[in-house]
């Protein structure tokens, strides 16, 4: 079975850090490019950060540049989002995705494979 599986949401104040993974099973992850999107409640799902499957290139939404490291560890068939300076208008649900290839974008059509997401909360 493929999957996906997020975890290291949580609560957090702001300013404060966390870092999410994305684990797989079933599949080789490096053989993917990964995308990391959220959603907030009453919103679209929206892209986030995404990586090539080698980790050569990567990309960020303008909201999170600079504060956002997306990463990845082929060997342990992880990918992860590096959340720093957070903001109350980061709080959602986040998503990882994996796609055949990398296209730099968040079209949802690039991406066969979703996680079931981990909350995280930006709150004092």
């Known amino acids: 079975q493929l999957q996906l599986v997020e975890s290291g949401g949580g609560l957090v104040q702001p300013g404060g850090s966390l870092r999410l993974s994305c684990a797989a099973s079933?599949?080789?992850?490096?053989?993917?490019?990964i995308g990391w999107f959220r959603q907030a409640p009453g919103n679209e799902r929206e892209g986030v950060s995404c990586?090539?499957?080698?980790?050569?290139?990567?990309n960020y939404v303008d909201s999170v540049k600079g504060r956002f490291t997306i990463s990845r560890d082929n060997a342990k068939n992880t990918v992860y989002l590096q959340m720093n300076s957070l903001k109350p208008e980061d709080t959602a649900v986040y998503y990882c995705a994996a796609g055949a290839y990398y296209s730099g974008s968040y079209y949802r059509g690039d991406y066969d494979y979703w996680g079931q997401g981990t909350q995280v909360t930006v709150s004092s």
């Open positions: 079933g599949f080789t992850l490096e053989d993917y490019a």
């Open positions: 990586i090539s499957s080698s980790g050569g290139r990567t």
